[in-house]
Nanobody, 117 residues
Framework: QVQLVESGGGLVQAGGSLRLSCAASGRTIGNYRMGWFRQAPGKGREFVAS???????YYGDSVKGRFTISRDNAKNAVYLQMSSLKPEDTAVYLC???????????WGQGTQVTVSS
């Protein structure tokens, strides 16, 4: 099992930037697919971005061109650089880990991102 702790959330004005971090412990994430998801009040969980163990990257349509996912296996961490933020990006952002090509089994508690207009 991988323990995940997100950080870096906060309040930012529209057009601003934030960098989220996800620190993993318990296991090394080198062989894991890592993902970022978000959940806004009253809405379902939305896929944001993922990065596989070999560097394949995918983004949700709503964040393409604005968000960048990266990983540092030496630090056992994953990051989400968010730019050109919009009020509709307001949500709790969660980090998740999936072994190989499996499903996401481990989740963090999330970090709140609030974008003001």
């Amino acid at each position: 099992q991988v323990q995940l702790v997100e950080s870096g959330g906060g309040l930012v004005q529209a057009g601003g930037s934030l960098r989220l971090s996800c620190a993993a412990s318990g296991r090394t994430i080198g062989n894991y697919r890592m993902g970022w998801f978000r959940q806004a009040p009253g809405k379902g969980r939305e896929f944001v971005a993922s990065i596989s163990w070999n560097g394949n990257i995918y983004y949700g349509d709503s964040v393409k061109g604005r968000f960048t996912i990266s990983r540092d296996n030496a630090k056992n961490a994953v990051y989400l650089q968010m730019s050109s933020l919009k009020p509709e990006d307001t949500a709790v952002y969660l980090c998740a880990a999936a072994p190989g090509v499996g499903k996401y089994d481990d989740w963090g508690q999330g970090t709140q991102v609030t974008v003001s207009s």
